[in-house]
């Protein structure tokens, strides 16, 4: 079962960017990385998944390097609303792991935006 | 296109009984994970159904049990509750095993 490790807390001031990894050094074959959002008395909140390189959509950009033992949310120009905790989840991918779908969350990192 | 929903929204218990949390999943949704998330730390994953049965389990007792039903909804079932099964209970849903999850609002559970 894949672990994860994330920094506890970070802040940043308003605009600027801001990068959160994620250490999950027994990541397997077929583990996905999917990062989560979550604001107080919320469920987590989608924000990108991948596999390897590079990922991007509207909101934000996901780099996993090579080795795949750790991943980094980019999170371009943040606001004040991006104030929330942030979670890595590294989970099984594919047909030969049916039946033993572990997924597991990072101990998260509550991001503070500054004004 | 209706959300992942969750009911009740709070509930207080006392030790020893049982409670059913519900979930609803997104529509074309077959899959519903359930994570239990104590305050203040990670969601921690119970199990996941795919198509009606079982599809993985984390690391928690028998007590635990889960359903779900043809129209992809799901229940989650804890037998003798404990003081420390206090916590907000979150069902997940996807279009399938692989594909990024859609969370419900969860239930607060509260165990007296």
């Known amino acids: 079962l894949a672990k994860t490790t994330q920094p506890i807390s970070m802040d940043s001031y308003e605009g600027q960017e801001v990068n959160i990894t994620c250490s999950h050094n027994?990541?397997?074959?077929?583990?996905?990385i999917t990062w989560y959002q979550q604001f107080p008395s919320q469920g987590p909140r989608f924000i990108i998944q991948?596999?390897?390189t590079k990922v991007t959509n509207e909101v934000a950009s996901l780099f996993i390097p090579a080795d795949r033992k750790s991943s980094t949310l980019s999170l371009p120009r943040v606001s004040l609303s991006d104030t929330a905790v942030y979670y890595c989840l590294v989970g099984l991918l594919g047909e030969s792991n049916f039946g033993n779908e572990k997924l597991t969350f990072g101990t998260g990192t509550r991001l503070t935006i500054i004004p | 296109e209706t959300g992942v929903t969750q009911s009740p929204t709070h509930l207080i218990k006392t030790r020893g009984q049982q409670v059913t949390l519900r979930c609803s999943s997104q529509s074309g949704h077959n899959t519903v994970s359930w994570y239990q998330q104590a305050l203040g730390q990670g969601p921690q994953f119970i199990f996941q159904y795919y198509r009606e049965e079982e599809n993985g389990r984390g690391n928690f007792p028998p007590r635990f049990s889960g359903l779900q039903f043809p129209n992809y909804s799901s229940e989650l079932n804890v037998n003798a509750l404990e003081l420390d099964d206090s916590a907000l209970y979150l069902c997940?849903?996807?279009?399938?095993?692989?594909?990024?999850?859609?969370f419900g609002p969860g239930t607060r559970l509260t165990v007296t």
């Open positions: 027994n990541i397997a074959t077929n583990d996905y």
């Open positions: 991948g596999y390897k």
């Open positions: 997940a849903s996807s279009r399938d095993y692989r594909d990024e999850q859609y």
